[in-house]
């Protein structure tokens, strides 16, 4: 890197450009790629601005029997106006070579260009410049992707699988790949070892067929692949032509611990993962101890490698967007070291991709790693208040809501995001013996998403956020704090509402139906934690912002999405309260001739629209159903009121 990279191109910040004109002219998956790219973070149209280029020309495939395959690509790539021998840009290669040597040679010239390539070996792979890529198939999925089948609602606990070891595949009668897959009947036992491999492939296989290709073909029949591949313990992942194989991700996401028989290859983003966690590494040579490998292995670290296969996958691997961002962040910490992730974040849930460093470099800080590393949040909070009305008397709502919050022993600083035409009241209206100092924010409050920005006022890790007519108690403020001081990294609150799939409509539909189940706590009544805005603010593109404050709705549902996504945990509904107006409705550009009905109808119309573009967005729905609810000890009990900690609470 600091020889073939200008890191005084990113002094303004790790922006990343891709040259224009490359729409419909690219294979699937390298527009897959510069889609992921331009709809990320990092992504200018400025190439002034820009740390990172991405080349317009497909260099995917560099085998020349592919129909995908570009030709004169060093012409095309010499002819980019910044391409300066390929310095700050970078080379995405999943095929090099053909038949029938292979070779890893991508067969042009890249200078001094970052390569980012599938299957590139150990004795080719450049430490700290190149990027080891993964072997992705051409229906792999732009976003979101199929979820681990361990983590899958009907598979949360593993259970023991038919087989011990299990491959089937293709065998290579001559050339490369061709020893170790044709070796495999040595070990296959047809009981809790299944290895099958067929001879039927190609255009010529026949006429190359030797002895066992009948036997193999007649034994490759019994068994269906899928079967096979999620009723295995282990998956055996052979080299094919070539180091890597579609069948590494296959079994990740099927939860099956590889065993990988490909001497020398150089994983998929290995500088970061730390694969010894996920599979296990035989040696190509000793294919006959592979069975006694395995079966040495005992169920806690078969448990724990199984768990380890459905992050990885989930994290950096499910989709092209997932494996496109984790080599960016790659790059990025190489650029900024010292805002690099230790190895140990990008192994640990929830991983390195929600994990930003600019909001912090000391674990300690981030919710997810409060349990982990025996640490507790503070005892206090930051109450964020959202505040659209003027105030007329004394007795408004918002003063009525600041008494209630300032009463709270746990409360430190309340903060009145003033989002009004009408200026607020001069510091002499405002309640005066509330005994907490109150902060109003009245410059850049433009936007409903400015109430997720992260202020630097708020310096205690946890916000507890209200609309300005909220109607908690002290009491109910307290305890629901508590409750988030057990599960920091959730969002802890009273207003609960759901989704749920409507097949008439075949889209994603929103409800505020009193019921057991829910999947978002609004977030104008509830806690969490200050990192969320840190994210919110950070992480998303701007034109999911925008869609929020172009409807002026919808804020607490990204929010939501966000938080889910990023924990793959329910939110939590804490004591029953049925009365809450959703005040996103007066935020509605209202016209005074039309029925509220027609406003309430409209407003849900707009959730609805919003949460099928969230969906998009993040590719898969990330809410999840819960029925828990959380009560005071003794709530509703039969005893006195005087032994309950929190006696207002029954009385709402």
Sequence with gaps: MSSCFDFSLCENGFKVYVYPSWKNVVSDTFSQILTAIEQSRYYTNDPKQACLFIPNVDTLDQDKLSHDFVHDVQTKLSALPYWNNGRNHIIFNIFSGTWPDYTENVGFDFGEAILAKASLSVSKFRYGFDISFPLVAKDHVLKGGDKGYLYSSSNNIPSPREYLLAFKGKRYLTGKGSETRNSLYHVHN????????????????????????????????????????????????????????????????????????????ELPFSEVIDWSKAVV??????????????????????????????FIWETYLSSVEKIVLTTLEIIKSRIKRHKSRANKLWNLEPGALSILPEFSDVMEKFPFFYHQLGTEPGDKFTAVIYATTPIALASAP?????????????????????????????????????????????????????????????????????????????????????????FPERIVGYPARSHYWDEIKQRWSYTSKWSNEYSMVLTGAAVYHRYYNFLYTHQLPPEVIDTVDQSNNCHDILFNFLVSHVTKLAPIKVTQRKVYQESALTNVNLNASKPLSWLQQHHFTQREQCMNTFTQHFGTMPLIRSKTRMDPLLFKDPVSNMRKKYRQIETV
């Design 398 to 486: 918002l003063f009525r809501t600041l008494r209630n919050v300032a009463k709270s022993q746990n409360v430190v600083k309340i903060i009145v995001l003033w989002h009004c035409d009408i200026p607020p009241p001069p510091s002499h209206k405002w309640p005066g013996d509330l005994g907490v100092p109150v902060l109003v924010k009245t410059r850049n409050i433009k936007t409903i998403s400015a109430r997720f920005y992260p202020f630097k006022e708020i310096e205690t890790d946890a916000i507890w956020s209200l609309e300005e007519d909220s109607l908690l108690t002290t009491d109910e403020i307290d305890f629901a704090f508590s409750v988030w001081q057990e």
């Design 190 to 265: 047809g009981k809790d070892v299944v290895l099958l491999t067929t001879c039927r492939h190609g255009k010529s296989w026949e006429k190359n067929k030797d002895a066992r290709c009948d036997e193999d073909n007649r034994e490759y029949d019994k068994y269906d692949y899928k079967k096979l591949l999620y009723n295995s313990t282990f998956c055996l992942v052979p080299r094919g032509r070539r180091l890597g194989s579609f069948r590494f991700l296959e079994v990740l996401q099927a939860a099956c611990i590889p065993v990988l028989l490909s001497n020398r290859w």
């Design 281 to 310: 590494s035989a040696d190509e040579r000793l294919l006959l101890q592979v069975p006694s490998i395995v079966r040495s292995i005992s169920q806690s670290e078969i448990l724990f490698y199984r768990q380890q296969t459905q």
